[in-house]
């Protein structure tokens, strides 16, 4: 990953009248990485991809894209960028082909240019036996795929897709999924909006929850998944006998007694995991089975933002 920035913010801000959406945020973007902006429908996500992308003009701070200040020099911020909003930007009356050349056209390419990159993306994005066909008629995963080749005909520095994959199926998804990994491997930066926490999982190199018009964390899925408390590992005995041995052995264990568990906090990391399973064994008492229940985004993500009560935390059966 190059060490230049790709994106930065300082003390971005953005009203409507009296509705702050964006409460001066900072944002730091290394290039050929992918950075995940996350937050309840409002918190601002899309106003800060119009802002960094020239569609909005903020009210304060500073940002700049690939190098460009986005104030002073917006030609040369969009002339970097790639922008995929929420909804894909298609003609329905053209084919697949004709989309991609109206673009091409846009951006003043050659015509020998725009076919050849036309052809390209095509074939890269597994489209290229329905590019005769119109828009009109095609799924929600082929339209994305055709939104995203469109962006990509400019050959942009940094891509902005704002929740990209909203409506898709799973395999759609996972398309979609494998399309932004090798974009990022070729050296294009992507700035993520998403409402599917396990997108930013499976994509982001950093994470930011936007809340309230700020930013209330940020950092890799790992840190602030580590942020919430709530790991723990759960103990169940089938043996009443058995049980009542390990409330003695654990004493600050939470306990279930009409179903013979308890939940015994830890990190859930593989040496705490260990020593748990030690203390059993030295004590010479035998659980039916455990479950290790670790924190993830969705945990991260409610807890953050304050939009209800964190869910039980995911849980691996042993």
Known sequence: MSSSVAVSATGLRKSYGDKTVLDGIDLHIPAGSVFALLGPNGAGKTTTVQILSTLLAADGGEARVAGHDVAAAPDGVRAAIGVTGQFAALDDLLTAEENLLLMADLLRLGKREGRSRARELLRRFEIADVAQKQAATFSGGMRRRLDLAMTLVGDPQVIFLDEPTTGLDPRSRRTMWDTVRALVAGGTTVFLTTQYLEEADQLADRIAVLDGGRIVAEGTADTLKAQIPGSHVRLRF????????????????????EGLALRVAG??????????????DTAGIRAADFSVHTPDLDDVFLALTGTGTPHPAKETRR
């Open 238 to 257: 089938t043996h009443p006998a058995e049980y009542e041995r390990a409330v003695v052995a654990f004493p600050g264990a939470a306990r279930d007694d």
């Open 267 to 280: 990190d859930g990391g593989l040496d705490a995991l260990r020593a748990l399973l030690d203390r059993l």
